[in-house]
């Protein structure tokens, strides 16, 4: 079966027969959970989505979550190399070493600039508007930036899913359409309020490694020092031989797996946040707009997800569901913020740092009964355990 006809039939051979059934009857909510209680029930594999897997960067049925992190990587590898770059003309300038006092003042100056780029252009704000205006007016951040970056982006692809319906695996789009897509999305006064609360959390997160980053290039300058304290870079050609040396310690001590990993956690989380509540935003007016006023809600998980995960959002095949009204309280009340593990419970975006799952979905009966009609329907075919 291929991905492209996922949602049109599924064929299971076994017993030297072949059974098809088809569920392009069924609503479109229900087929996602169809599937993945048919891959249950028989041991198979059926979407990729209950593939098991240590580590995702995002649910598959999201992909240009995946492009977005991918875009926010290469952000932060461009904004290394333009610090590598502003301290080798430096050095060259003799305005880093040796460390006197108005140096360090300019090294400080650089590495601020470098945190306000990465955690403006990752959120799409920073408190110190005065420096991302020099950051504007230099061509390193757009001007359009706030928009265009990836939380506010991350929301509004959420926020145009189909509320009421569970959702296929796609392939990756480009960041090009990505882009475009999102910017089509109307937002509401409500969307701008869960936007900038979404952007004000990711840039607070972002700022720990882009600052740790800022400790570590610091480190590598105060180190360089001794080099300039032994008269290393008296000479012109030491001098070149020392500025090469700190680039090289910088590119590797930004590109290291400690900060690349703490960056990553960032990434994958805030993304997923943002992404949750711009879909959680359509739930509820979706909801409204039926007239339910509090409707049930579940997520579909993957097989490979965390025992947490699971025991929250129980198995594909047979989602728990809560009350839309429970999460909210839970999270006005902080949700799983400071819990052990073992107090986790539902929340509209990731239940814990690293989580991928997905977005919540409308629960709908016909959810359920579809997913045993499919199951006994294999029993009868001879096709049970």
């Known amino acids: 079966m291929t991905q492209r006809d996922i949602y049109a039939r ?8 072949t059974v098809e059934s088809t569920l392009r009857d069924l609503p479109s909510c229900t087929r996602p959970a ?8 028989l041991g ?23 492009t977005l ?19 080798g003309r430096l050095l060259r300038g003799g305005q880093l070493l040796p460390m006197t006092p108005a140096n360090e003042s300019t090294l400080r100056a650089l590495l601020e600039s470098h945190e306000v780029g990465i955690v403006a252009e990752f959120a799409g704000r920073h408190h110190n508007q005065a420096a991302v205006r020099r950051l504007i007016d230099g061509g390193v951040l757009a001007p359009d930036y706030a928009d265009r970056a990836a939380i506010p982006v991350s929301y509004r692809m959420g926020r145009s899913l189909n ?3 569970a959702h296929a695996v796609r392939p990756s789009p480009a960041l090009a359409k990505v882009l475009r897509t999102a910017m089509q ?8 309020h869960a936007i900038d609360y979404a952007q004000r959390r990711a840039a607070i997160y972002m700022r720990r490694p882009a600052r740790a980053g800022m400790t570590e290039a610091e480190r590598v300058l105060t180190e360089a020092e001794r080099w300039n304290i032994g008269g290393t870079v008296a000479r012109g050609i030491e001098r070149g031989k020392t500025e090469r040396e700190i680039g090289k310690a910088l590119e590797v001590t930004l590109s290291g797996s400690n900060l690349a990993n703490d960056a990553d ?12 509540h711009g879909a959680y935003i359509g739930l509820k007016e979706a909801a409204e707009a039926a007239g339910v006023s509090d409707p049930e809600v579940y997520k579909l998980v993957r097989a490979g997800a965390c025992d947490e995960c699971r025991r929250i959002w129980g198995n594909p095949s047979s989602p728990t569901r809560y009350r839309l009204s429970f999460i909210e309280q839970r999270e006005a009340n902080g949700g799983n913020f400071r819990l052990h593990q073992d107090d986790w419970g539902p929340t509209i975006g990731p239940v814990h740092p690293n989580c991928t799952e997905g977005v919540l979905l409308y629960w709908e009966d016909a959810l359920y009964d579809a997913v045993r009609a499919a199951v006994g329907d294999l029993d009868r075919w001879g096709f049970g355990p």
């Open 185 to 192: 999305v109307p937002l509401t006064e409500r969307d701008r």
């Open 163 to 165: 509320a009421m319906a």
């Open 265 to 276: 956690r960032v990434r994958r989380t805030e993304l997923h946040f943002a992404h949750s």
């Open 10 to 17: 599924v064929t299971v051979d076994g017993h030297h027969a």
């Open 34 to 41: 169809v599937l993945t209680a048919l891959a249950d029930h």
């Open 69 to 87: 992190i991918e875009r926010a990587r290469a952000d932060w590898e461009r904004h290394g190399q333009r610090l590598v770059e502003e301290v």
């Open 44 to 66: 198979y594999t059926v979407v990729p989505l209950a593939k098991a897997s240590p580590v995702l960067d995002v649910d598959p049925r999201y992909p240009w979550l995946r």
